[in-house]
């Protein structure tokens, strides 16, 4: 045993996952902070929808769609600057936000979009028949019914954080990734690349668990 | 008082107009329980969705109790909705909330009742419709029917002065549309609220409604009472509907009548008449025999009627048409 894992040092592998964690854990809230809005956003202003407005809807889903369609290591790289300018430093824990940021907010936004759209008309058209307001219908009405699919977009966005946080990794980002690049990668030291993987797997399987958990806990269909 | 004065609705498709609804006048009085019946794509829909103006008209005014709605502005039209309440075909309750929240909620939306007086009335309100049982429910562990009971009870939960009905029986079978149009007949009676009722069944119209109109290709085509529409219908779509709700086949019929004998008439009873001995008074005074081709004795609404269609041999006809008409018996000549 002692031989198998020479290379892993627990304390280091101990502090990058703490690291993943608070990566995927912020990134993920402010995804979700930027990303619902925009994702209730996009939905309203759609074709036919409550507050249609096309030319509204063509911008903002061009925008979403230019941050979903670049590549996420090349989307760490531009970024650089920005993080740069927005908190001083584009390294480290820290430096990794912005950019994951930038890769899970549209995506979650398009999630959040999507299971709007699932909400039943019919039960959009019954609350304004009892005079209710546009905020009234978005808050009383359409998220409360999309919560599950919320919630599984939040899952979904979150599993994708995990494999993005790693990635940043390469730009010095921190976190298992770093580590498995750094040891596991340039120093050949498998068992490292071995652990930090399992280490990976072991964390979306979790996270699965959890949202799958909640979405039934939530859902009264 | 609802009041239709020339509205119209047409949408835009691909820059051309479609008219959905020609220019309408109807008149729909208060405490009525009216009735619209149409082939689906007929207009029916739409014509429901002009009085709460979720669909908003391209011409003409709707006055309710006088006052012209297309002139409301946003707050006014959200105030004007919490006093019309509605029902639909697929219920269109909110999954996420249960029987008793959904009950509450345009009292919620409303913001002017305090959380005691929303208790009580969804209290009440859980028990006009005997769903005090399920309050905790959520309605994907309802039936159909009880949906439908949740969801005139949100509809009431306002205390609104008009309720449209959106084809409100159509997703429900036989037995339970039965019981939901007692609930509405009840609530229509007990409270004096006006109903709207759009369907494409002419039964359900005969059971609960007043006045029908009868729309064809975004056309009220015929309107009227009841009895009259459904017993003398006019118009060809009219007299469509009035044979498919009797399931009477119109060949079958018109062989029927080809292989009797002699004249063949048709007899109306309404009311009183339905219940006299009169065919057999009939026929001795005049001398005619006669043979019962087809008929139905039933009720419209609270009126009991019936209808037969008879065939006359020998006698004197004349004197048996006048004994008939004398007795208040509505007689059309079919041959």
Known sequence: MEALLSNVDWTEIGWASWDTLVMVGMSLLFSVLIGLPIGVLLFLFGKRQLLEQPVAYAVLSFVVNVLRSVPFIILLIVMIPFTVMLIGTSLGVAGAIPPLVAGGAPFFARLVETSLREVDRGIIEATQAMGASVKQIIFGALLPEALPGIIAGITVTAITLVSYAAMSGVIGGGGLGDLAIRFGYQRFQTDVMVITVALLVIFVQVLQMVGDRLVLYFSRK | ?335
Do not use: W
């Open chain 2, 1 to 335: 008082m609802i009041v239709f004065d020339q509205v119209q609705k047409s949408y835009q498709v691909g820059g051309r107009a479609i008219p959905a609804l020609h220019p309408t006048d109807m008149t729909i009085e208060t405490g009525e329980v009216f009735g619209i019946v149409g082939h689906s794509g007929a207009g029916k829909s739409t014509l429901v969705r002009l009085i709460n103006l979720l669909e908003p008209p391209t011409g003409g005014r709707i006055l309710i109790d006088d006052e012209n709605i297309t002139d409301y502005n946003a707050a006014e039209l959200r105030a004007f909705r919490r006093k019309v309440g509605m029902i639909f075909q697929h219920f269109n309750l909110l999954s996420s909330k249960t029987v008793a929240d959904n009950i509450a909620f345009p009292m919620k939306l409303a913001g002017i009742y305090s959380k005691m007086e929303i208790r009580d009335r969804v209290e009440e309100l859980l028990a006009r419709v005997s769903l005090t049982d399920h309050a905790n429910k959520y309605p994907s562990q309802l039936s159909g029917g009880q949906k439908q009971r949740v969801g005139i009870a949100r509809a009431l939960a306002c205390r609104p002065t008009i309720l449209l009905c959106d084809e409100a029986t159509s997703a429900l079978d036989p037995q339970t549309t039965q019981s939901v149009l007692k609930l509405l007949a009840d609530i229509n009676r007990e409270l004096g609220l006006t109903i709207v009722l759009i369907t494409h069944e002419m039964d359900v119209v005969r059971r609960v409604c007043d006045r029908v109109a009868v729309m064809d290709a975004g056309e009220v085509v015929e309107m009227g009472p009841v009895s009259e529409v459904f017993l003398h219908p006019k118009h060809p779509t009219t007299r469509d509907f009035v044979f498919e709700s009797e399931s009477i086949d119109r060949d079958e019929l018109q062989e029927d009548l080809s292989k009797a004998d002699g004249r063949i008439l048709r007899l109306t009873f309404k009311g009183e008449s339905t219940y006299k001995p009169l065919l057999g008074s009939v026929a001795r005074e005049s001398g005619v025999d006669f043979s019962i081709l087809s008929g139905r004795i039933d009720h419209i609404k609270d009126t009991p009627y019936g209808q037969l269609t008879l065939s006359l041999v020998g006698g004197d006809l004349d004197v048996a048409m006048q004994a008939l008409k004398a007795a208040d018996v509505h007689v059309e000549v079919l041959r």
